[in-house]
């Protein structure tokens, strides 16, 4: 190395101590009130205290805004580190563990997740940093339950060319035990079982004798007062597990250079609490998972699939149902399908129709919902269109109204998903009972539902991705409200093909016969 280029170094070490020293201190004790006012009126994607980042364009850490810098950068054995949503957790933290696979060969990092698509997308991250830094990846590993190629992820592994490694997991109990090196747990107080999870990892993580010392990095949005979270934030500073703690509300991150209008995000988010617990990072409210990895594995089959043979649409028989939770523009409408055969209910289909016109999905439904027996529709919000367009053709279910038609309709009020997710948690809790592909989408849509504990009592919400709003499980929770009332009713119809009265013979003991048509009594 040349003189000259020492030199350089040094300098860039020094200023990177100096922006490291200086990350973020404008803002350590200001009240929440008072850094929500400055941002008001802060110009988008301007940094509030001047502060710049020391690194030349051409290494990948000059992307680092402030926050994200100072974060980055501390070096303490364990840090926790309390952040909002949209304020890029997993870029931070994947970057410091790549940074460290990099300048440390034979570096042994996990990476645990709430969910299998969380930890995939982590990892991704992973990959990004590698590239940019220009470290090869010598091989990439992935392990499934029971080995099958849809199964439940049990892990993915990237291993760099200086023997490094990076390894994700989703963040069960049983995932994570045993496994001696550094940990990063991206949305820790989200996971299924926080407390367990972390009782799990830390006699692993407490013993130098495995491996050396080893990093914890808790990095999360809130979940809830007395959560996991909430517990290890709030813990006393002077015991010995001392945690260096960061703080990154959206105000913060708006101020430190993020470019987003957050005043325009809150309208949009339309939930004062939720923006409380989601961007300010306050401990309300509880939040647990409806439908755990290890009840969803229960109900899965692999002779499943999320499509069916057209022709199932032209029979008739088994009882059959449909859920639709419909979506125009952002989440897509999703129809599940499932038949009854000898008391147990198979998945035939989850359609999913994304960015398609209304008139368009009108059409496409119109022959499944021939074909069944009861199809209950989300009336709300751009639901109601469709609702009443299905209505008029299939007529409308309301035993209330004295009105059996095939599709009921169902506002979503705080009331009925009260009454529709606990009955499709104990569907799957008797496994015998609904039957579903062992698909991936389907999967993470299933785990993404969470009951939410507030002081008002409880509900039900996912968090919205790129990929919807847990859009088949709503759509899965109107099916299994369909076959629970489907056939209830004092009347209801089938066709069957006409002929002559002398040669009919109904299956049903209830039946008579009425022209082209059997009418159950």
Not at 210 to 218: A, D, M, S, T
Not at 257 to 269: K, M, S
């Amino acid at each position: 190395m040349s003189k000259r280029s020492k030199q350089a170094i040094e300098a860039l070490d020094a200023n990177a101590r100096e922006a490291k020293s200086s990350a973020g201190r404008a803002y350590l004790d200001m009240p929440l009130e008072e850094i929500r006012q400055i941002s008001t009126n802060h110009p988008i994607g301007e940094n509030y205290s001047g502060w710049k980042n020391p690194y030349p364009t051409s290494d990948p850490r000059q992307l680092l805004l402030e926050y994200q810098f100072a974060d980055f950068h501390d070096t303490s054995r364990y840090k926790a580190s309390l952040w909002s949503r949209q304020t890029g957790k997993d870029f931070t933290g994947e970057g410091e563990i790549v940074t460290d696979c990099l300048n440390t060969a034979g570096s042994d990092w996990m990476v645990a997740a709430p969910s299998e698509r969380q930890a995939m997308d982590s990892l991704d991250q992973a990959r990004l940093w590698a590239e940019a830094y220009d470290l090869a990846i010598a091989d990439y590993i992935e392990e499934r339950e029971g080995g099958h190629s849809r199964a439940l992820l049990k892990s993915a592994e990237i291993i760099f060319s200086n023997r490094s490694r990076a390894r994700c997991v989703p963040g069960k109990p049983d995932t994570v035990r045993g496994r001696s090196c550094n940990v990063y747990l991206t949305e820790f107080d989200f996971f299924e079982n926080p407390a367990a999870t972390w009782r799990a990892i830390l006699p692993s993580i407490t013993n130098p004798l495995r491996g050396g010392q080893k990093k914890v990095r808790l990095r999360t949005t809130p979940n809830g007062k007395g959560g996991a979270m909430d517990r290890i934030w709030h813990k006393d500073p002077t015991l010995k597990m001392r945690w260096s703690k960061h703080l990154v509300t959206i105000y913060h991150a708006v101020l430190m250079g993020l470019p987003v209008d957050w005043q325009e995000l809150y309208e949009a988010f339309d939930d004062p609490t939720g923006w409380s617990q989601e961007f300010e990072c306050l401990f309300l409210d509880a939040v647990s998972v409806l439908l755990p990895y290890e009840l969803i594995a229960l109900a899965e089959d692999p002779t499943l699939s999320t499509a069916c043979e057209s022709d199932f649409w032209d029979g008739f028989g088994n009882r059959v149902v449909i859920g639709i939770d419909f979506g125009r523009s952002g989440d897509p409408t999703v129809a599940w399908t499932l038949e009854e055969v000898g008391g147990t209910w198979f998945t035939r289909e989850v359609l999913v129709l994304k960015d398609t016109p209304t008139n368009q999905q009108e059409e496409i439904l119109r022959h499944r919902i021939k074909r069944a027996d009861l199809v209950c529709l989300d009336y709300t919000g751009p639901g109601i269109g469709l609702g009443d367009y299905l209505v008029a053709e299939h007529g409308q279910y309301d035993p209330a109204k004295h009105e059996f038609g095939k599709v009921e309709l169902c506002t979503f009020t705080t009331g009925l998903k009260r009454e529709m997710y606990p009955r499709l948690r104990r569907a799957f809790e008797a496994p015998t009972r609904v039957r579903i592909p062992m698909d991936v989408e389907v999967r993470e849509d299933l785990h993404g539902m969470q009951a939410k504990v507030t002081s008002n009592g409880f509900t039900y919400d996912s968090p919205r991705t790129s990929k919807g709003h847990s859009d088949r499980c709503v759509a899965l929770a109107l099916a299994w409200r369909a076959q629970e009332h489907g056939g209830s009713g004092p009347v209801c119809f089938m066709d069957i093909p006409r002929r002559s009265q002398s040669s009919f013979q109904p299956h049903d003991p209830r039946a008579s016969w009425r022209g082209d048509r059997t009418v159950i009594l």
